[in-house]
T-cell receptor
Framework: GESVGLHLPTLSVQEGDNSIINCAYS??????FIWYKQESGKGPQFIID?????DKRQGQRVTVLLNKTVKHLSLQIAATQPGDSAVYFC?????????????FGKGTHLIIQP | IAGITQAPTSQILAAGRRMTLRCTQD?????MYWYRQDLGLGLRLIHY???????GKGEVPDGYSVSRANTDDFPLTLASAVPSQTSVYFC??????????????FGPGTRLTVT
């Protein structure tokens, strides 16, 4: 299958600054995208999702942007905190509503500098 | 509510041995999944189940089997373990609605080492 990937494996930001994590996907049939946060030794934790009929979705301190023209997905985290340090994965689903699992990117390690 | 539980937490297994990783969810989700996570490769789908009684193959199904006898349990079996199956295994579940996909909830993982 086609893959979901990430531009940068590690991102270092100052505490209080905004973070932007990017993701490129190649399957134009993908219709659902999710961002997960994974802390060391734990399972992935849902952050936010977006469907292909949307360009932007906001949550608490997080925003996901979807650009279908260039097949690009980004996660913006406002006013980053030490607790935001983790690996962030984007994932896609292109099963048209079916539950055949997600295709994950390789992850970006977000490091918060004090 | 416990969510998703996995057992064991970790295991060291001799090559050639049979092993079943257990996964139980109490959220009455109809869909369940098994992923493996390896450094540099992210999470990859092994098998999935849309509903009790049905299963399907994911991206990396070889060497693994699953069953879904009821809604809550989704065990993953390695019939004859090999070192390349050393990984962290995550079970997940989600609600599946008609024409809708919902977020997947992940368990804490099982760290398996095959020697």
């Amino acid at each position: 299958g086609e893959s979901v990937g990430l531009h940068l494996p590690t991102l270092s930001v100052q505490e209080g600054d905004n973070s932007i994590i990017n993701c490129a996907y190649s399957n134009s049939a993908s219709d659902y995208f999710i961002w997960y946060k994974q802390e060391s030794g734990k399972g992935p934790q849902f952050i936010i999702d977006i469907r292909s009929n949307m360009d932007k979705r906001q949550g608490q301190r997080v925003t996901v942007l979807l650009n279908k023209t260039v097949k690009h997905l980004s996660l913006q985290i406002a006013a980053t905190q030490p607790g935001d340090s983790a690996v962030y994965f984007c994932a896609e689903n292109n099963s048209g509503g079916g539950a055949d699992g997600l295709t994950f990117g390789k992850g970006t390690h977000l490091i918060i500098q004090p | 509510i416990a969510g998703i539980t996995q057992a064991p937490t970790s295991q060291i297994l001799a090559a050639g041995r049979r092993m079943t990783l257990r996964c139980t969810q109490d959220m009455r989700h109809n869909a369940m999944y098994w992923y493996r996570q390896d450094l540099g490769l992210g999470l990859r789908l092994i098998h999935y189940s849309n509903t009790a009684g049905t299963t399907g193959k994911g991206e990396v199904p070889d060497g693994y089997s699953v069953s879904r006898a009821n809604t809550d349990d989704f065990p993953l079996t390695l019939a004859s373990a090999v070192p390349s199956q050393t990984s962290v295994y995550f079970c997940a579940s989600s609600v599946l609605g008609r024409d809708s996909i919902y977020e997947q909830y992940f368990g804490p993982g099982t760290r398996l080492t095959v020697t």
